[in-house]
T-cell receptor, first 116, second 112 residues
Framework: GAGVSQSPRYKVAKRGQDVALRCDPI?????LFWYQQALGQGPEFLTY????????KSGLPSDRFFAERPEGSVSTLKIQRTQQEDSAVYLC??????????????FGPGTRLLVL | AQSVTQLDSQVPVFEEAPVELRCNYS??????LFWYVQYPNQGLQLLLK??????LVKSINGFEAEFNKSQTSFHLRKPSVHISDTAEYFC??????????FGKGTRLSVIA
């Protein structure tokens, strides 16, 4: 079956622009995660959804970052007034129902954001 | 707070030689440990994980990792690497309801 998909794969934004990054999880996966991966670093947790409920947003770096998953499936990560330090690869992952921390997370290919 | 240290950022190794990628973690509670691999131009995928039970876990492509609680380590090993093992390897830790915490990654380069 289809894996996790993300769009766009690449995004170039001018500083101050708003961007929206989309994640389509694996069908039936209840849990959805967003990570930020800066160059040369490992992924860092941003936020977590279980169905449509955002249960943890402790990793969002500022109030310019906002994520939603209104129908418990597709999720959008929005970054307002982008800054150069927002340049990174944004990864989305999903896991099965019952998805506690021990469940395998399935990652999408990521969206590479470059802010000029 | 949990953290993961991958001591080597790059590991070059000749084909058919053994390799060990080191991972140490810090946590005050019981943990789940993971190795994820990212092949060139592909997304992260799970290689193996330790949840409980036997401290030695194995992947289908010949990698293995051993959970060592006293050393707080989860090193990844393979007795004989192939060119196709060239990738970036990430160690990660989680416990209870905490999010996955990843290390910075180790780039394994297998040389023919």
């Amino acid at each position: 079956g289809a894996g996790v998909s993300q769009s766009p794969r690449y995004k170039v934004a001018k500083r101050g622009q708003d961007v929206a990054l989309r994640c389509d999880p694996i069908s039936g996966h209840v849990s959805l995660f967003w990570y930020q991966q800066a160059l040369g670093q490992g992924p860092e947790f941003l936020t977590y959804f279980q169905n449509e409920a955002q249960l943890d947003k402790s990793g969002l770096p500022s109030d310019r970052f906002f994520a939603e998953r209104p129908e418990g499936s597709v999720s959008t990560l929005k970054i307002q007034r982008t800054q150069q330090e927002d340049s990174a690869v944004y990864l989305c992952a999903s896991s099965r129902p019952g998805g506690g921390p021990q469940e395998t997370q399935y990652f999408g290919p990521g969206t590479r954001l470059l802010v000029l | 707070a949990q953290s993961v240290t991958q001591l080597d950022s790059q590991v070059p190794v000749f084909e058919e030689a053994p390799v060990e990628l080191r991972c140490n973690y810090s946590s005050s509670v019981s943990v789940y440990l993971f190795w994820y691999v990212q092949y060139p131009n592909q997304g992260l995928q799970l290689l193996l994980k330790y949840l409980s039970g036997s401290t030695l876990v194995k992947s289908i492509n010949g990698f293995e990792a051993e959970f060592n609680k006293s050393q707080t380590s989860f090193h990844l090993r393979k007795p004989s690497v192939h060119i196709s093992d060239t990738a970036e390897y990430f160690c990660a830790v989680s416990s209870g309801n905490t999010p996955l915490v990843f290390g910075k990654g180790t780039r394994l380069s297998v040389i023919a």
